[in-house]
């Protein structure tokens, strides 16, 4: 098989272009901006994750050395990308009576099951922002004198000392400058804050000591500091979502220019995943709504239908989080798995091209990482009853290796996830569909509906002539 070459989306030059490493004895090295830890992850912050993922599964697919890091942000910025208001991590800790240490801790080990339960590998590195501060530190005074003034409220990094400030975003407009709250003294409204001084009178409970005043690094400035100490600058690719483009990103790219005295980014490809849109208030806490991974499992969903669902979009594109697109995702697996079963056990013929698949398989994640268009092959070599039995398994493994979807163990029975809410456990579930079935077999059906209606007022839905023979399901 040739391999196709890689191409990715560099948003940096709003173009498509053919990728290799900067070094190749270095490998390929890739940053993802990581969770702020002061709540929940959502299922939108987590589509990031599994497109970083599929990022350095492909890359090591295809053959490259890959170091990759993703963040754990354990300080906290404020309660949006602006120079003033509320510390997320603070606030949280005070709404939970919990110190900000304790919060950061716990929300961030839940970060890192969601993550195990997406089947993500676990990068190389997840430092956390407190390890770093004393670099930090360092990096701010090094650049300082050239690009930063002080205020009151802290050390603010002046983005006309760069070139083409806001190049990433394409360019600053009112729309972005507003999210940037005004700060008086600030000599731009797009200049933002590389130290925030905690203001007299008030003590946080993370803060540091600083040239410029007791307070904590700038939510910015953490990014650029840890993938520069863990990386090195410049290194390759540098992944977040599309709202991290407009401002965040925009704003490591000016430290980044700063410290190494040049017009270099920190990376060479910046590559953004859209938005997962809520159009129907699925998600919405308020509304009850499956906000998060633990949520989706508590109403009977595999984490990795989610996977799937994220996987049948284009990362570039926006995916529609509903119910109906999410069951429609984990019907496409429980049939993935179901032909993954018959296929890992079937003998083979000893015909077949596994040759094709791959080819197919690597030209579609060669193009940008095209998963949609790599699925439907998957299917097709599941459907293919000539591949010889050595052929099909590792044929599998390597869709499995790029995808992630765990084909190789996943079986039908760690499909049926029992909702948190059920009345009834899976077992009664299972000895009442078989009961159904002697009624229905004895052409009783009074009983059966009555055992029909029964499973209903527990929130179980008979699927009668399920083509996948799953039974039933739980109403999302």
């Known amino acids: 098989m040739t391999a196709a070459p890689l191409a990715l989306y560099n948003s940096l030059t709003r173009s498509l272009e053919p990728f290799a490493p900067i070094d190749p004895a270095k490998g390929v090295r890739v940053y993802s901006c990581g969770p702020t830890v002061y709540s929940d992850p959502h299922l939108g912050n987590l589509r990031a994750y599994v497109f970083t993922d599929t990022l350095s599964r492909v890359l090591r697919w295809k053959g490259y050395p890959l170091t990759h890091v993703v963040n754990i942000t354990d300080v906290g910025h404020l309660t949006s990308d602006a120079d003033e208001g509320e510390d997320k991590m603070e606030k949280a800790a005070k709404a939970r009576g919990l110190s900000a240490w304790d919060i950061s801790r716990h ?25 770093y ?10 650049i300082a004198d050239r690009h930063c003034y002080q205020l009151d409220s802290g050390l603010y990094f002046d983005s006309s000392t760069v070139p083409d400030y806001g190049r990433l975003s394409g360019g600053q407009d009112d729309a972005g400058e507003g999210r940037i709250e005004s700060v008086e003294g600030k000599r731009h409204p797009q200049d933002f804050a590389i130290w925030r001084a905690t203001p007299p009178g008030e003590t946080r409970q993370m803060e540091w000591d600083s040239p410029w005043g007791r307070g904590a690094p700038g939510w910015h400035l953490e990014c650029s500091v840890m993938s520069a100490e863990l990386l090195g600058l410049p290194f390759d690719i540098h992944t977040g979502g599309i709202d ?4 965040h990103h925009v704003n490591e790219i000016a430290q980044n220019q700063a410290h190494c005295r040049c017009g270099d980014s920190g990376a060479r490809v910046w590559m953004h995943n859209n938005f997962l849109v809520d159009r129907g208030g699925k998600m919405s806490k308020s509304k009850g709504g499956i906000a998060t991974l633990e949520a989706l499992v508590a109403k009977g969903i595999h984490p990795l239908a989610y996977r799937l669902m994220c996987l049948s979009a284009h990362y570039r594109s926006e995916l529609e989080f509903s119910g109906e697109n999410l069951l429609a995702a984990l019907v496409r697996l429980r049939r993935l798995v179901l032909a993954a079963e018959k296929f890992r056990d079937a003998e083979g013929k000893g015909g077949g091209d596994a040759g094709s698949y791959l080819g197919r398989l690597d030209a579609a994640v060669a193009d940008d990482l095209n998963t949609p268009r790599a699925l439907p092959v998957l299917e097709e070599l599941l459907a293919d009853k000539q591949l010889d039995s050595q ?10 290796a790029v995808l992630g979807l765990d084909l190789l163990d996943l079986t039908r029975a760690d499909l049926r996830v029992r909702p ?27 009983r059966a509906d009555a055992i029909r209606d029964e499973l209903l007022g527990a929130g ?11 039974d039933w399901k739980v109403e999302l």
Do not use: C, S
């Not at 009345?423 to 579930?429: D, F, K, L, N």
């Not at 179980?460 to 799953?470: H, N, T």
């Open 244 to 247: 991290h483009r407009e401002i």
């Open 391 to 400: 052929a099909r398994l590792m044929t599998l493994a390597q869709f499995d």
């Open 133 to 142: 501060v004393a670099k930090m530190i360092d990096f701010a005074k090094g």
């Open 420 to 446: 948190a809410d059920a009345m009834v456990t899976e077992a009664e579930i299972e000895a009442r569909l078989a009961q159904r079935k002697e009624a229905r077999a004895a052409k009783d059906f009074a």
């Open 107 to 131: 929300y961030a080990d839940i970060f890192r099951r969601n993550l195990a339960d997406l089947n993500i590998r676990t990068p190389d590195h997840m430092p956390l922002a407190t390890e």
């Open 460 to 470: 179980v839905e008979v699927m009668d002539g399920d083509p996948l023979g799953w």
